[in-house]
């Protein structure tokens, strides 16, 4: 067994804290990656809260890693001591449904194991996430990273990257389209980034006016206030897609409102009460509301390979591990620029 160091969610109430635990042993198929950073996303939040329900403790968050591969099992062909490796929001899925064979296997048909507040595929042990020093997972849900990126801007790309990537690719955005994107936190920042780059006109729909600044140098062509009703009734039936990104309660009927004909909201917030929709706002223009869970595999190699080329990193802060707490606080505040990701090398000392 590998002893391993972390912070954990011991319930949904109070601060995480340290645990020291055990990854199995390297496995014949088991790539061993010593963490080097792990990105915050707003799912670690929601899931150490409890906030969606069914939370599972203690739990170890952390979905966006990065790391050095320290050593492979005899069957493990991909990869070698010393190389860059990912591991994202997924450990393992079932390996033969349709879905997992069409390299979809965020949407196994019995369910993919997440990489913390999960079962392996066992039923019975807990999967623990990135805020630790070590992890240990089968090599077809490790990805190759390439080590002339700055990795600490690259760990982010693990979630916030794909969850943005994929849904946009779905709906075909390429220049000419006009993208929205909603809620300018860690999944908006690398919506914007991407949107950008597939040449589509870019306009940040945000809440904090403070934004505008850093949307345009992201990429965006506009920034649109959505607490501005003159501003946002100038924009009815404007976007070809708008992917939203907003982490708390909000209305959808507001934004499917500024979509064109055939437009599409990609959703990938989940705040957990459930949103307003009118069907009006839905049948007018033949609108649709499109959901969209991270990416497979095959398509978060594609999506880091493409960063590598475009040299895409995601906007962070780095911070230590002991400073976790107060960075979920500013996280809800919205006060983070744009993805919180943590040193591992803290937990270490
Ligand atoms: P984040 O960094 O906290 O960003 C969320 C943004 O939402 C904020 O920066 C803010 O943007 C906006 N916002 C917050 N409260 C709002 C409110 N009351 N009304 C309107 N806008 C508000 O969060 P994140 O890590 O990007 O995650 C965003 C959401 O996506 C979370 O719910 C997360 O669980 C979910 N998620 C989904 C997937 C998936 O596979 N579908 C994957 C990862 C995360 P402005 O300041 O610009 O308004
Ligand atoms: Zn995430
Ligand atoms: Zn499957």
């Known amino acids: 067994m590998i002893a391993t160091k972390s912070y954990a969610a011991f319930n949904a109430t109070t601060p995480l804290a340290p645990y020291n635990f055990e990854r199995r042993d390297v496995g014949e198929h088991d ?43 005899s069957k493990v062909t991909k990869f070698k001591a010393g190389d860059i490796a990912g591991v994202g929001v997924l450990v393992d899925s079932c390996r033969t449904c349709k879905h997992c064979q069409k390299d979809l296997e965020n949407y196994c048909v019995e369910g993919m194991t997440g990489t913390y507040n999960s079962y392996e595929r066992d039923g019975k042990t807990l999967t623990q996430g990135g805020y630790s020093t070590d992890i240990v997972v089968n090599e077809r849900y490790v990805l190759k990273v390439s080590p002339t990126l700055d990795l600490k801007a690259v760990a982010p790309l693990l979630c916030a990257g794909i969850t943005t990537y994929s849904p946009l690719v779905y709906a075909g955005v390429k220049a000419g389209m006009k993208v929205g994107i909603v809620g300018l936190g860690g999944l908006g920042h690398m919506g914007v980034k991407f949107a950008a780059s597939f040449g589509a006109e870019v306009t940040v729909l945000s809440t904090s006016p ?89 398509e978060t190699q594609e999506m ?9 990193v995601s906007d962070i802060e780095l911070i230590d591990m002991q400073n976790i707490n107060e960075a979920y606080e500013r996280m809800l505040k919205g006060d983070v620029k744009y993805r919180f990701v943590i040193d591992i090398a803290s937990l270490r000392k």
């Open 31 to 73: 790539v061993h990656v010593e963490i080097l950073y792990s990105g915050v996303c707003h799912s670690d939040l929601h899931q150490a809260r409890d906030e969606w329900g069914g939370s599972m403790y203690p739990m170890v968050p952390g979905h966006e890693i990065v790391g050095k591969v320290v050593s492979v099992g």
């Open 304 to 312: 880091l390979d493409y960063c590598a080329e475009k040299n895409i």
């Open 210 to 298: 403070n934004k505008e600044v850093d949307a345009k140098r992201l990429g965006a062509t506009k920034f649109l206030l959505t607490t501005d009703k003159d501003a946002m009734a100038a924009h009815a039936n404007y976007f070809d897609v708008i992917l939203d990104a907003i982490s708390a309660k909000h209305d959808f009927t507001q934004y499917l409102d500024l979509l064109d004909l055939d437009g599409k909201l990609l959703v990938v917030g989940l705040p957990s009460e459930q949103p307003k929709v009118s069907p009006f706002s839905l049948i007018t223009n033949r609108r649709s509301i499109i959901g969209s869970m991270i990416g497979g595999m095959k």
